[in-house]
């Protein structure tokens, strides 16, 4: 029997031209990118169909647009496949596509949901400019040997696991200069590929703080519903129905490790076999099949 489960992007998945197709042809989409205008109080739709790049990177718009053309693209799903919609079972979200696997679930509105994305960029952009911080993705090496890198050129700085993505494929936080000696390990080690991200800051760190601060008000203000499917928390992998409950994960997340390949494992394991990558990019379809290469999953694209 089929079981379906949505996967939602994070920050990074953006590219200049996305959602502008769906903009054109779906009466469905104009609404929701005009409305998103209207509410941030900039032309999102702008950036993301025309950039520039450097603009639409940022991380106070990229995380606005990521989650807007996330749900552009599952509106695009309901149009063509309404019945895989209908049937979904599970989501979960990577990062900031937690907030979209959150709204596809019923517990905010597109409205309160985008706000707090808005603010959360915002407040995660203004840590990173207090802290000169980055974020390297290590290849080849498994949790504890990233682990063990990680203490070894630590030092007095911050330098933490920040996503556990799939295996051999860990994302290490941290100080600006704590990432370059990680980098430069995994290279003279010759253990591990070290790939610098294109980031703003050091994500999934105490480097952080206030922005999880900053968060828990945003959330404490917005009106948050029982979701009517289950969805899997970053923080922990397991899926939480007390709205309560989803607001304190949402800001522990912030600070916290992204646990995906448990997230996506647990899916499994309740017998979700087949999954679909909604929103840009087809970084979520490659870590599913490191993952489990045999696991069916598609992509709605923008």
């Not at 109080?41 to 702008?46: A, Q, R």
């Not at 080690?189 to 922005?211: C, N, W």
């Not at 979520?284 to 598609?298: A, F, N, S, T």
């Amino acid at each position: 029997m089929e079981k379906i489960a949505f996967l939602f992007p994070g920050q990074g998945a953006q590219f200049v031209g996305m959602g502008r197709g769906l903009y054109d042809t779906l009466p469905a989409v104009k609404e929701l990118f005009d409305e998103a205008d209207a509410l941030l109080g900039f032309s999102l739709s702008k950036i993301c169909f025309e950039g520039p790049e450097e603009e639409l990177n940022s991380t106070v718009v990229s995380q606005p647009a990521i989650f807007v053309t996330s749900l552009a693209a599952l509106e695009c799903l309901k149009e063509s496949r309404p019945e895989v919609v209908a049937n979904c079972g599970a989501a979960a979200g990577l990062s900031l596509g937690e907030y979209t696997a959150l709204t596809f679930a019923g517990v905010m509105e597109f409205a309160d949901a985008l706000r707090v994305v808005q603010k959360r960029g915002q407040a995660m952009q203004a840590a990173a400019d207090v802290t000169a911080g980055g974020m390297v993705s290590l290849l080849g090496l498994d949790e504890s040997g990233v682990r063990e890198m990680c203490e070894k050129v630590r030092g007095a700085d911050i330098l933490e696991l920040a996503n556990l993505l799939c295996p051999g494929n860990n994302v290490v936080s941290g100080t600006k200069t704590a990432c370059e000696r990680l980098v430069e390990e995994a290279e003279n080690s010759g253990s591990a590929r070290a790939v610098p991200l294109a980031v703003a800051g050091a994500f999934h760190t105490e480097i952080m703080k206030p922005a999880d601060q900053v968060l828990e008000e945003a959330l404490r203000e917005v009106s948050f519903r029982t979701p009517r499917i289950p969805v899997v928390s970053n923080v922990d992998a397991k899926a939480h129905m007390d709205p309560d409950e989803i607001r304190k994960v949402l800001v522990r997340q912030v600070l916290s490790p992204v646990m995906w390949e448990d997230s996506v494992r647990n899916l499994m394991s309740e017998g979700y076999n087949c999954f679909y990558e909604i929103g840009p990019g087809r970084v979520l379809r490659g870590l599913l099949k490191r993952i489990d290469r045999k696991m069916p999953v598609q992509n709605v694209e923008v």
